[in-house]
């Protein structure tokens, strides 16, 4: 039988920031119509593989390939097949949430995205506030908008990094559907979250990061409950 080759491909990952090793030899494999979840403490190393895979940070060593693309090399064609949702920043403070969109479907060279966007807005219950520059929002709205213009063109791979970090029921819900419709259309959706109850909801996979390592790949089922939370503080000790 044919092993179904994996979207994101990280063998033997490490980044260094001068003397500090943020990640330090993590591998993974995602794959197309499942959604795999990064769960860790803060600095275990998930934000920062994010990056690597959204194309923002080189890697130090080890070999990524995003969509068929190694982020060395083809950065852009990286850029091109992910739909990035950074853990913080992201938002021009004097543009409105509309204005926003309007720029992501320029960039990305979308036509007839309007209603899309409308919809999406409504689901993230920021329609009364499209019109609004972001510098009025609140950190949850804020969150609620990177994921929106994170999933906007459909990408091929989905990367939502802290996205339901300050976020209401109501953020949570539409993000889990948008991760959801996703993998329906048979996206690759990567999930970076320190809450595990959230990543045992909206992911199928679960990857624990320890101190720039991943120390486990289990199913999501393995995580849940209270055998899952010890299972996971067994991990992490």
């Not at 895979?53 to 080189?58: R, S, T």
Request: net charge negative; aromatic share 4%; with cysteine.
């Amino acid at each position: 039988m044919t092993e179904t080759p994996a979207v994101v491909d990280v063998r033997s990952l490490h980044v260094r920031f001068g003397e500090v090793e943020a990640v330090s030899g993590v591998d993974l494999r995602a794959y197309a119509g499942q959604a795999t979840a990064l769960l860790g403490r803060n600095g275990a190393g998930k934000s920062t593989t994010m990056r690597v895979l959204a194309g923002v940070v080189p890697p130090t060593a080890g070999q990524v390939l995003v969509a068929g693309h190694d982020v060395r090399t083809e950065t852009l064609r990286v850029k091109q097949a992910v739909g990035y949702c950074p853990d913080v920043g992201g938002l021009v403070p004097r543009a409105t949430a509309w204005e926003h969109l309007q720029l992501a479907a320029r960039l990305r060279r979308m036509d007839h995205w309007e209603d899309r966007a409308r919809d999406l807005l409504e689901r993230f219950e920021l329609g009364d506030v499209a019109h609004r520059v972001t510098a009025g929002f609140s950190h949850g709205m804020g969150r609620r908008l990177s994921v929106l213009l994170a999933a906007l063109h459909e990408p091929e791979v989905l990367l939502l990094d802290e996205p339901f970090d300050g976020v209401d029921p109501i953020g949570v819900e539409a993000t889990f559907d948008v991760i959801s419709d996703a993998r329906a259309r048979g996206a690759c959706v990567l999930v970076s979250t320190h809450l595990r109850e959230l990543a045992v909801q909206s992911c199928t996979t679960v990857s624990v990061l320890r101190g720039g390592s991943a120390v486990a790949t289990v199913s999501a089922g393995e995580m849940a409950g209270e055998e899952g939370a010890r299972a996971y503080r067994g991990l992490l000790d």
